[in-house]
């Protein structure tokens, strides 16, 4: 089957550059169970998700000339043990060596011969656990055709659910005659469309992330974005090197609905309040100068739940859509609680349904929603020019209840969102089983004391619920 790449998908697949990869990465920790966690076993599973997933047996295409967008096309030559992988750790593994093997692995670029993503199967990690790391490219998830792969391989129950045989026969793989002369066609029948797509594929554009505007983005929303700016000068924003590092942090869930419950605000108005104080004593760390007034502008995509509860857990969370949202985090504020008002006054005069980006809409009737959320939030966040904010922040719903992963109980998980140009950092939250995970991917070179951000993370946290009591 050929499916032509929408244009935003074109422009992740064509303008992304060694330094800065455009896929999401996700890395769960589960308890070895009592029989072991092969690699055929995890094997098996992902083949039996494949079906609901079709677009990770597919590869991209360029169209001669490149008269059209490049089309997705079956590969005819699709092999799974190429995508799992097998790795392992120096028994007892630590987890600072994991987490640079997963810097290191999330800095190589994909095959793009071949479908776009990978997932790791590692072992030797101390205490009895496993990691399992995949990442995909942005062009591969969209949300609602296409679903991130950690979304189907997480089951409510260590027995997974019974699936009929797939019996996939790719077809055959279209001549370059062929690409043209659909490509010729399209010009006859959409000529308009056709003359834009083609301009957007050619035009030089200043970054890697300012090109990727929906056709359909409403006038009200440019307008809106054009006068915000360009984002306050930072050290997180200079020249992003091939390389990363990984650090993480994990919060009890409780702690912030209690600081929710007490200032009278949301969940999310907290982890910005907290992550806020984290960067503001690291920037003090560092000797920049602080003032009163500095600021660090985030990107900090919301997603939106009918019932609005950060928690949404099984099929209420039947229909959810991400919303832009840019927020200047009070930095040169030394008060914690003025810090969470000041952010708490930003979200609450945000308007979401004013600025919900086109085709943004994601049906999540079943499986693990949160690494499908964050590459949705980081669709969103490309839409705008990565100079109108310093750093990007994925805040995303997880389900608050035991999954597992191949019959393996799901200890943790961490989204690993991508460097864009020019930030040097990331930070990804994943709320799940009553803990919030944080994913902090940054670059090796301009940030190499990332590793002390989650312990700022925690007194930042600490701080607020010290001026709670």
């Known amino acids: 089957m050929v499916t032509r790449l929408s244009a935003s998908d074109a422009a992740f697949f064509g303008l992304e550059n060694s330094s800065t990869p455009m896929y999401v990465g996700s890395l769960s920790i589960v308890r070895k169970p009592r029989g072991g966690l092969g690699y055929e076993t995890l094997l098996a599973t992902v083949e039996q998700r494949l079906p609901q997933i079709p677009r990770y047996r597919q590869k991209v295409r360029a169209v001669p000339f490149g008269?059209?967008?490049?089309?997705?096309?079956?590969?005819?030559?699709?092999?799974?043990?190429?995508h799992i992988r097998r790795s392992a750790l120096p028994s007892p593994g630590s987890d600072a060596q994991l987490h640079d093997l997963i810097a290191r692995i999330g800095s190589r670029p994909l095959d793009a011969s071949r479908p776009l993503w990978e997932m790791y199967l590692i072992e030797g990690l101390a205490r009895n656990r496993i990691a399992i790391?995949?990442?995909?490219?942005?062009?591969?998830?969209?949300?609602?055709?296409?679903?991130?792969?950690?979304?189907?391989?997480?089951?409510?129950?260590?027995?997974?659910?019974?699936?009929?045989?797939?019996i996939w026969i790719p077809a055959r793989e279209p001549s370059g005659g062929q690409l043209l002369v659909g490509a010729m066609g399209e010009w006859i029948t959409r000529p308009t469309a056709q003359a834009a797509a083609l301009r957007s594929s050619v035009q030089e554009t200043i970054t890697n992330v300012g090109a990727l505007v929906d056709v359909g983005r409403r006038v009200a929303e440019v307008a809106r974005t054009v006068a915000r700016g360009t984002?306050?000068?930072?050290?997180?924003?200079?020249?992003?090197?091939?390389?990363?590092?990984?650090?993480?942090?994990?919060?009890?869930?409780?702690?912030?609905?209690?600081?929710?419950?007490?200032?009278?605000?949301?969940v999310n108005d907290v982890v910005l309040a907290v992550v806020t104080g984290a960067l503001r004593n690291w920037l003090l760390s560092r000797g920049e100068p602080v003032n009163a007034t500095s600021t660090v502008r985030a990107m900090a995509p919301n997603s939106v739940y009918p019932d609005g509860e950060i928690d949404s857990d099984g099929p209420g969370q039947a229909i959810s859509e991400v919303s832009p949202f840019l927020v200047d985090l009070p930095v040169g504020e030394g008060n914690a609680v003025v810090r969470l008002s000041q952010i708490a006054h930003a979200t609450e005069s945000h308007s979401s349904a004013a600025s919900l980006v086109d085709a943004r809409t994601i049906v999540t009737l079943s499986g693990f929603a949160p690494p499908t959320l964050h590459a949705m939030g980081i669709r969103v966040a490309t839409s705008f020019s990565a100079r109108q904010f310093n750093l990007l922040i994925t805040n995303v719903p997880g389900a608050q209840r035991q999954m597992y992963i191949a019959g393996a109980k799901l200890l943790e998980t961490y989204a690993v969102a991508p460097l864009l140009a020019n930030q040097v950092l990331a930070i990804a939250v994943t709320s799940y089983n009553g803990m919030l995970y944080f994913g902090i991917n940054a670059d090796r070179d301009a940030m190499s004391d990332v590793d002390v951000l989650p312990l700022l993370l925690r007194e930042s946290l600490d701080e607020l619920l010290e001026a709670g009591r």
């Open 231 to 266: 984002a306050p000068s930072s050290p997180l924003n200079t020249t992003v090197s091939r390389n990363r590092r990984l650090a993480v942090a994990a919060h009890a869930l409780e702690d912030y609905r209690d600081l929710r419950a007490r200032y009278d605000c949301d």
């Open 67 to 82: 008269l059209a967008r490049p089309v997705w096309i079956d590969d005819d030559d699709f092999d799974i043990t190429y």
């Open 133 to 166: 790391y995949t990442k995909s490219h942005q062009a591969l998830v969209n949300g609602m055709s296409a679903l991130e792969i950690g979304h189907v391989i997480a089951d409510r129950t260590p027995k997974a659910p019974e699936f009929g045989e797939d």
